[in-house]
Structures are given as C-alpha cells and as structure tokens.
C-alpha cells in the first residue's frame, strides 16, 4: 500500500482537550482491514471466501448486490479499495471458481451505513416469515452459543421448545421459494450504486 500524504487529524474529545493523530498512522490503521489477519483474511478475501459458499447460480448476483455497513464502510473510498483487492485476489487460484463472475457492484444503504445493521436486525423482527428463526434468551442461556444456529442459510433452524407464551407461532418449515417470494419483505429497490 502506498501511503499517501493525508492531514493531521484533530478530533475533540468530550473534555474539550483534542487528540491529534498523524496523518500517516490515520491511513496505515485502515491497512488492517486490507493486509489480513494470522488466516491470511482480509475484508476482501472474506467477501470472496463467502462468495465461494454459497450456490453457483447465485454467486453473480450476490456479487452485483454488495452493501457495505457499519462504521468502516463511512472511511473515505473504502468501496473503491475493496473493489481493487477483490479484482486483485481473483488472479489467485484460491478463487478460480469465481472467474465467472462478471462485475461486482457495490450500493449505499438508505440509512447511515452506521447503524445499517441494526436497521436490518429491526427488519428481521418485524417480518413474520421469520420468526422459525428467532431463539429465546431463555434458550439461549440453557444451550449456549455453540448451539446458536447458521443465519446465513434458509434451512430451517434449531426449534426453541422454551418459547415465550405469546410469541409468534414458529412454523416447521421455511420454504426457500415461499421466503424468496414473500411480498412482506421490504423492497431494497431504492438503492443507489456506489
């Protein structure tokens, strides 16, 4: 990585004292998400690496709907690096199933991309398609999170026999087509790219 000369950051503290940070060490702590971890892992390869499990008749598509949330995704051309290292590790044999992939595109959240998780963690609460998904504290606490189930697959997930009396009623099943053709999802459409 090349470091660039960026400004001397000064940002306020809550006693009205200011912490000054080199401009240097400003850019080479944003590396991290680049260089890896002790797996070899950074930001990219991970994106990659979850590419690489998921169906071969999805992968395009998921690579032409990234979004790019939390606190991170707020640092000046993220997007733009991320997209370089992603095209830049495809040259590797690692990846050599994703040489398919066309184009990956990345858009902007309709809210701060900050708080983005939560909105969509609110999301997932309120659609009722999901609720054979949801555990209880209670079950939670008696099974522990070795047992927390797999949020990113369409399988149906671990029943909680302590379910709050009240709650939802958790179905059996979740087809994946009744899922995918849910009209109670919100639209994403209004999504720009970035």
């Given at each position: 990585?090349?470091?660039?000369?960026?400004?001397?950051?000064?940002?306020?503290?809550?006693?009205?004292?200011?912490?000054?940070?080199?401009?240097?060490?400003?850019?080479?702590?944003?590396?991290?998400?680049?260089?890896?971890?002790?797996?070899?892992?950074?930001?990219?390869?991970?994106?990659?690496?979850?590419?690489?499990?998921?169906?071969?008749?999805?992968?395009s598509t998921l690579a032409?709907?990234?979004?790019?949330?939390?606190?991170?995704?707020?640092?000046?051309?993220?997007?733009?690096?991320?997209?370089?290292?992603?095209?830049?590790?495809?040259?590797?044999?690692?990846?050599?199933?994703?040489?398919?992939?066309?184009?990956?595109?990345?858009?902007?959240?309709?809210?701060?991309?900050?708080?983005?998780?939560?909105?969509?963690?609110?999301?997932?609460?309120?659609?009722?398609?999901?609720?054979?998904?949801?555990?209880?504290?209670?079950?939670?606490?008696?099974?522990?999170?070795?047992?927390?189930?797999?949020?990113?697959?369409?399988?149906?997930?671990?029943?909680?026999?302590?379910?709050?009396?009240?709650?939802?009623?958790?179905?059996?099943?979740?087809?994946?087509?009744?899922?995918?053709?849910?009209?109670?999802?919100?639209?994403?459409?209004?999504?720009?790219?970035a």
């Amino acid at each position: 990585a090349v470091v660039s000369t960026q400004s001397t950051g000064k940002y306020p503290m809550m006693d009205g004292q200011h912490l000054i940070v080199n401009g240097k060490i400003r850019e080479r702590s944003v590396e991290v998400l680049f260089d890896g971890d002790g797996d070899g892992n950074s930001v990219a390869t991970v994106v990659l690496e979850a590419l690489l499990r998921c169906p071969i008749d999805c992968r395009s598509t998921l690579a032409e709907n990234i979004l790019i949330v939390g606190g991170g995704s707020l640092l000046p051309g993220i997007t733009n690096r991320i997209r370089e290292e992603i095209h830049a590790l495809l040259a590797f044999s690692r990846f050599s199933a994703l040489h398919g992939i066309k184009s990956f595109k990345f858009y902007k959240p309709n809210y701060p991309a900050n708080i983005m998780s939560w909105v969509g963690g609110s999301i997932m609460g309120c659609v009722e398609h999901l609720h054979d998904r949801y555990i209880s504290r209670e079950f939670y606490l008696s099974k522990g999170p070795a047992t927390l189930p797999d949020r990113c697959s369409l399988a149906p997930q671990l029943k909680d026999s302590t379910a709050i009396p009240g709650s939802p009623s958790r179905r059996t099943s979740s087809p994946y087509r009744d899922f995918l053709a849910s009209s109670t999802l919100p639209p994403i459409s209004n999504l720009t790219l970035a």
